[in-house]
């Protein structure tokens, strides 16, 4: 089950070309709390849009660089495309307050590896509150999942409530916990207005494509 609304408002007012004065790479967000699925949406949209476009990724952990080497072990990209932040504090902080750590390995990976059409940026896990600098990312993807529960999408916070695309994730779970994804409909709504939210189970196959088409549309944006 998924829900496209319509696009959000158009492509920020960011600096579309890099310090050499070619455009550089689109670069998009992806935060929400601990356990969510950021890692398994890098690693589909990865799967997904390889063959098509020049991406790479950088995450963000705290004390590891677990999420890398879950990127890496799966071979979604080959490893010189895949780049870790050990922040050493609290994920937002990395993400928001003093990016410089995140915005110089994306820069390093688009010197290494030349144009990039692509670079996804994953924030170590956060709560509601967690939103990007948008002098990281073009973009950002929020991701929730039922497993708390469907009161989720209510409780708001910016990252529910402003980010350019929500994903609330693992559908296959609801009736397992107990959660009505009509409600969470509902409530994503009253809290986002006409920004979009899409459902998915990233457990079932294509389950990715609405995230993908979504990016494929921001992209296409940002090239013209």
Not at 26 to 50: D, H, N, Q, Y
Not at 105 to 131: F, K
């Amino acid at each position: 089950m998924h829900r496209d609304h319509d696009l959000p408002a158009p492509l920020p007012g960011a600096e579309p070309l890099g310090s050499d004065g070619n455009r550089r790479a689109l670069r998009i967000g992806l935060g929400g709390p601990v356990g969510s699925g950021k890692t398994a949406t890098v690693a589909a949209l990865c799967r997904e849009l390889r063959d098509e476009l020049s991406l790479a990724v950088v995450t963000n952990d705290i004390y590891t660089t677990e999420d890398a080497e879950f990127l890496l072990r799966n071979a979604v990209l080959p490893p010189e495309r895949i780049t870790a932040v050990e922040t050493g504090c609290c994920p937002h902080t990395a993400i928001r307050d003093d990016i410089s750590a995140n915005l110089e390995a994306v820069e390093d990976l688009e010197h290494q590896l030349g144009p990039l059409d692509l670079v996804l940026v994953e924030s170590g896990g956060d709560n509601l509150t967690a939103t990007f600098s948008k002098g990281l990312v073009d973009f950002q993807i929020f991701v929730i999942d039922v497993s708390g529960g469907d009161k989720i999408p209510r409780k708001g916070g910016p990252g529910v409530s402003t980010s350019d695309l929500l994903v609330i994730n693992k559908t296959d779970l609801a009736p397992l916990v107990g959660a009505d994804l009509a409600v969470m409909d509902r409530d994503a709504k009253l809290q986002r207005g006409s920004l979009p939210v899409v459902f998915c189970s990233l457990a079932t196959e294509g389950g990715v494509a609405p995230i993908a088409g979504w990016v494929r549309a921001r992209l296409l944006e940002w090239t013209a």
